[in-house]
């Protein structure tokens, strides 16, 4: 068996093992599912060690002497204190940072491309695309209104016409993405009828 | 802001010390719609009247889906998307898992919640615990059902496939920032007869979800729809002030638009544009 690919018999292997999924849920797509999961989760738990806690603490703070990369330690350990009734209110706390991080770099970044999409719209009327344009963006946002009283004939006409125009959108990606699905799809086949010499 | 506007001229628009370019913009707009939020949840905290966020039709969706579980004597499977806590969709998503574990709770109908975030496992937890508690049954919260798959896409989403197989969910609930493994969960739902509802603002994953759900929130209404079922005056400042935000803005396409028509260029777009 000297020279016999076998990262590839196991890829291939587990890729038909998957796929057997698409028959019905059996013993086979059973052990490749829990073999993957695991894996998954392994990988997970060394790459986060080797490449967070490990430079953080060995490198970081006990070689260059950055103490305040205490401070983000301190928060990873107290998310663990939710295992300990008496003090698992504090494991709150590492969770509201990372929350109100979260909403507050959404929001500090989310302006500035969003008001080149505004001028973006800023086009003369004078051509059919320039109108579709127009009319989706100005009907879109109004589908999107949602403290605006719906009754109103405009809001109302407006909304209906905006929701055609995101059905139309929403068509178009999927399309999109149904045919990049396709091509992974043909991309692992190759992969497999390669191993198998059934194809070249 | 005004002033600003006024002020500019291309190619580039000064006012005094102030310099009106797209960063000056982006920062001004930034303050504005801080100062908004922050107004509008110090009304709604106080009981002030706020503009009332309008009844989406899809959030009846809830109570028919899990009705169905309950009848059937199926669990409901809740997935939160794959993003950390700190994503606004899972944000909004939390707001809506509390809604659907305290009807799950008054229901007596198990909920099976999948996690493919560590930080998402604790929020979901701690919420899903909270709804039992608000629901009056503290007893009928099993932490078991709250679960951690793995943090790696296609791992969480085979896992989530085995529970559809395993424990037939008769509902499956979808909302918060979903990618690739959207269709998976989707296509595995209607292939088990699962009535399904998702939403999700990732536009790429939009049309798996509306062609596949039984109902679908589009994008913003995944945060209207949170804040009108958790009533929490947060989330329901939040989402009015984004409505202000989208009329300013859709007064500026008309302004802007005019501006257009009129001068060959546009000092507004001048200003907006990076």
Redesign the interface.
């Known amino acids: 068996m000297q020279g016999f690919d076998w990262g590839t018999f196991v890829g291939v292997l587990f890729t038909i093992a998957?796929w057997t999924?698409l028959y019905k849920?059996n013993p086979i797509w059973?052990v490749?599912?829990?073999i993957?999961?695991g894996?998954?989760?392994a990988?997970?738990i060394g790459y986060y060690f080797y490449s967070y806690v490990k430079p953080t603490i060995m490198d970081d703070i006990l070689t260059k002497h950055n103490w305040l990369y205490i401070v983000p330690v301190i928060l990873g350990l107290m998310?663990y204190l939710?295992y300990f009734p008496s003090v698992a209110w504090l494991?709150?706390y590492p969770?509201s940072f990372?929350?109100g991080?979260?909403?507050g770099?959404?929001?500090?970044f989310s302006?500035?491309?969003?008001?080149?999409w505004?001028?973006?719209?800023?086009?003369?009327?004078n051509s059919f695309n320039n109108i579709v344009l127009?009319l989706a963006?100005?009907t879109g946002?109004?589908y999107?209104?949602?403290?605006?009283n719906?009754e109103n004939a405009v809001v109302k006409y407006g909304a209906l016409v905006g929701r055609y125009f995101?059905?139309v959108g929403?068509?178009a990606?999927?399309g999109n993405?149904v045919l990049y699905?396709y091509n992974l799809f043909i991309d692992r086949a190759r992969y497999v009828l390669g191993f198998l010499h059934l194809i070249k | 802001m005004l002033g600003l506007l006024l002020a500019a001229d291309e190619p580039a628009p000064v006012l005094g010390i102030f310099w009106a370019d797209?960063?000056v913009?982006?920062f001004v707009?930034?303050v504005l719609?801080?100062l908004m939020v922050w107004y509008l949840i110090a009304r709604a905290r106080s009981g002030l009247k706020i503009?009332?966020?309008?009844k989406l039709p899809g959030l009846d969706a809830f109570d028919e889906a899990i009705g169905r579980a309950t009848e059937m004597g199926r669990p409901v499977h809740y997935s939160p998307g794959i993003s950390?806590?700190?994503?606004?969709q899972t944000?909004a998503s939390f707001g809506i898992l509390g809604h659907v574990a305290k009807l799950c709770a008054k229901y007596d109908t198990r909920l099976i919640q999948t996690n493919a975030d560590?930080?998402t496992y604790?929020?979901a937890?701690?919420v899903i615990r909270q709804a039992y508690l608000e629901a009056g049954r503290p007893d009928a919260f099993n932490a078991e059902d709250v679960r951690f798959?793995?943090?790696?896409q296609?791992?969480?989403a085979?896992?989530v496939?085995?529970i559809f197989?395993?424990e037939k969910p008769a509902a499956n609930i979808c909302i918060g920032a979903f990618w690739a493994e959207a269709?998976l969960f989707m296509e595995a739902g209607v292939n088990q007869g699962m009535i399904q509802v998702a939403g999700t603002a990732n536009?790429?994953?939009?049309?798996?979800f509306?062609?596949t759900a039984d109902y679908a929130l589009?994008?913003?209404?995944i945060y209207?729809a949170s804040a009108y079922l958790s009533k929490e005056p947060v989330m329901l400042g939040t989402?009015?002030a984004e409505?202000?935000a989208?009329?300013i803005?859709?007064a500026?396409?008309?302004v802007?638009?005019i501006?257009?028509?009129f001068q060959q260029k546009?000092w507004?777009?001048g200003i907006?544009?990076?």
């Open positions: 998957v999924y849920e059973r490749a599912e829990h993957y999961i894996l998954a989760t990988w997970s998310m939710r494991a709150r969770m990372w929350v991080y979260g909403a770099y959404g929001l500090a302006f500035a491309p969003m008001l080149t505004i001028a973006q719209t800023f086009v003369k009327l127009w963006v100005v946002l109004m999107f209104f949602f403290t605006v719906r995101i059905m929403l068509g990606a999927f993405t699905r | 797209a960063t913009a982006a707009a930034t719609f801080a503009p009332e966020v309008r950390a806590v700190s994503s606004t944000i560590i930080t604790g929020v937890e701690e798959l793995s943090d790696w296609f791992g969480y085979s896992g496939l085995g197989q395993r269709l536009n790429a994953q939009l049309p798996f509306v062609a589009i994008a913003e209404e209207a989402v009015v409505d202000w989208r009329i803005v859709f500026l396409i008309i802007g638009t501006l257009s028509f546009n507004l777009g907006l544009k990076k």
